[in-house]
C-alpha cells in the first residue's frame, strides 16, 4: 500500500526540480552577497551562501517554518484531542512537503513512526557498554553512528545500482526509521544514567510527543511540554552549526545517521546547544542571592544593573539575527503563565522579562534587548524533574533532527553537490585589505 506523505513527497519534488535548474542554469551568476574580511575571520556570520526552503529566520517574526510564523504553525497543525500543542508528527509533515495535513495525512505519518521505533537489540548493548559518566550527548552521537548498519541508502549506493534523482527515496526511508527511533534511544539513555536503568517500555498508542513524556514517567501536560519543546527546536535556517554540520556531511553522501550524528556533535558544543542549561544555572545562583524569595521590581533592576557593570552579561537575552522578542520564549512563556505561574524560578523568570529589556536599552550595547528561547527551556523541564542538566540537548537534539531530517531528504532530492567553499590565507587578506591585487583561483 502507498504511503500518502511519500507520495505527496514525490509529487513535490518533481515540481521543485525544475525552479533549481532554472535558477543554476540561466541565473547561475547573478552576485546575490558581498563578503567582508570581517565575515570571513568571523566565522562566516550573516555570508549569504546556504539554501534551505524548510525554515527563515525572519529578524522580526522569529523563526518561519515553510513560510509559516511559529504561532501560526501552532495555531494550524492539529492537535491530538485535549492538548495544547500539535502533533510533532504533523509537523514533520509540515516541514516535507510545505503543507498542513489533514487528518487521514496525519494517521499515516504516526503509524509509520509507530512501525518504525523498536530499537534493535544491540542499540541497548552499546548504550549499557558506555564508560560510567559518560555524557549523554556522546551516548546519543554514539547509538546513532551505531544505527548506521541500519542505513537503506548505504546500501542501495554500495550496490551501485542507486540513480542520483532516487537518492531522495532511500535517505526518506532512513529518516523515518531514525526520527521514529529517537525517543526510545533518549529516554532508555536517561534511563541508564540517572534512574538506574529502569526503562519504561514505550505505548505504541500514544503520539510522539506523548509517548516520550510516557517513557520519561512524567504525567500530564509534559506531553504538551515534549510537542512544543521539539516544534520549537526543529529548524533555525540553514546556518546554524547543527543544521550545517547536517547538511554539509551529507553533501558528502554520507547517509542520514552520519549526518545526524555529526549534528549531534555539533549542538553538544557549549556555544550552541548549551545554553539552556547556562541560563538554568545562573538563574539558580540569583534565586541563591535573593536568599530564594521573590525581589520587588527594584531590588531585581539593582541586581541587573550591578552584574552588567561587573562586566557580566545577562544570559538568555540577545540573539544575532533577531531584534524582537524569540516567538519561541513567547510560547514557552505563555505555557508557563498558565502551568508554572507559582513556580519560584518561574516568577524569576517573568520579571528579568519585565526589567531586562529596558536595562539593556539603556545600556545600549545590545543590538536586541529581548529573550530568547533559552530564556525559558531550561526552566520548564527543571519543574517537571529533568534536573539533570546534560540531558537537556539531548532534547535539543531530537528536535533538532527533525527538520535536519527534512533538509537532508531535499538535499538528496534536488541533488546539491559536495560542500567546498575557497579558502585563502591571511598574508591574502593582507594584501586586499592594503589594496593590493590578490588572484583567488577557483
Not at 67 to 78: A, D, M, Q
Not at 132 to 154: N, Y
Not at 256 to 271: D, R
Not at 409 to 427: C, F, M
Request: aromatic share 10%; with cysteine.
Amino acid at each position: 500500500m502507498s504511503f500518502r506523505l511519500k507520495d505527496r513527497l514525490h509529487e513535490k519534488i518533481l515540481e521543485w526540480r525544475p525552479r533549481t535548474e532554472r535558477l543554476l542554469k540561466e541565473y547561475g551568476n547573478v552576485v546575490i552577497d558581498q563578503v567582508t574580511i570581517g565575515q570571513v575571520i568571523g566565522g562566516m556570520r550573516g555570508v549569504k551562501v546556504l539554501l534551505t526552503d524548510i525554515s527563515y529566520l525572519d529578524p522580526n517574526e522569529g523563526i518561519r517554518y515553510r513560510g509559516l510564523t511559529l504561532p501560526e504553525v501552532f495555531e494550524k497543525l492539529p492537535k491530538p484531542k485535549g492538548a495544547e500543542m500539535p502533533y510533532v508528527e504533523g509537523l514533520f509533515y509540515l516541514l516535507v512537503t510545505g503543507d498542513i495535513p489533514n487528518e487521514e495525512e496525519l494517521q499515516d505519518v504516526i503509524d509509520e513512526f509507530n512501525k518504525r521505533r523498536i530499537l534493535p537489540r544491540y542499540v541497548y548493548e552499546v548504550i549499557d557498554g558506555m564508560p560510567c559518566c559518560s555524557h549523554p550527548m556522546a551516548i546519543f552521537s554514539a547509538v546513532i553512528t551505531t544505527l548506521q548498519r541500519e542505513s537503506l541508502f548505504a546500501k542501495k549506493y554500495a550496490s551501485g545500482k542507486l540513480h542520483k534523482l532516487d537518492y531522495w527515496d532511500s535517505t526518506y526511508e532512513d529518516a523515518l526509521n531514525l526520527l521514529a527511533k529517537m525517543p526510545e534511544i533518549a529516554t532508555y539513555i536517561y534511563a541508564k544514567l540517572y534512574r538506574d536503568g529502569k526503562r519504561i517500555q514505550s505505548n505504541p498508542y500514544l503520539d510522539f510527543g506523548a509517548n516520550f513524556a510516557h517513557m520519561m514517567g512524567i504525567g500530564k501536560p509534559y506531553d504538551d511540554v515534549s510537542r512544543m519543546n521539539f516544534i520549537i527546536h526543529a529548524d533555525h535556517e540553514g546556518g546554524n552549526v547543527s543544521a550545517h554540520t547536517g547538511h554539509l556531511v551529507s553533501s558528502s553522501l554520507s547517509d542520514i545517521y552520519l549526518s545526524i550524528a555529526a549534528m549531534v556533535n555539533g549542538l553538544a558544543g557549549p556555544l550552541h546547544g548549551l545554553a539552556n542549561q547556562e541560563v538554568l544555572r545562573w538563574l539558580q545562583g540569583v534565586m541563591e542571592k535573593m536568599e530564594d524569595r521573590v525581589p520587588t521590581e527594584e531590588e531585581m533592576k539593582k541586581f541587573v544593573w550591578d552584574t552588567l557593570k561587573s562586566g557580566q552579561v545577562i544570559p538568555g537575552y540577545g540573539h544575532a539575527v533577531l531584534r524582537k522578542t524569540d516567538p519561541r520564549y513567547t510560547l514557552q512563556h505563555n505555557f508557563c503563565q498558565t502551568h508554572l505561574k507559582d513556580d519560584l524560578m518561574f516568577k524569576y523568570t517573568d520579571m528579568l522579562y519585565k526589567v531586562v529589556p529596558d536595562i539593556l536599552r539603556e545600556q545600549g550595547k545590545a543590538k536586541n534587548p529581548w529573550p530568547n528561547v533559552d530564556a525559558q527551556s531550561g526552566v520548564i523541564q527543571w519543574h517537571y524533574g529533568i534536573k539533570e542538566y546534560d540531558f537537556y540537548t539531548v532534547l535539543f537534539g531530537i528536535g533538532r533532527a527533525i527538520g535536519i531530517a527534512a533538509n537532508l531528504i531535499w538535499d538528496r532530492a534536488l541533488t546539491y553537490p559536495l560542500e567546498r567553499p575557497k579558502s585563502v590565507t591571511t598574508a591574502m587578506l593582507e594584501d586586499m585589505a592594503a589594496g593590493k591585487e590578490v588572484i583567488i583561483e577557483d
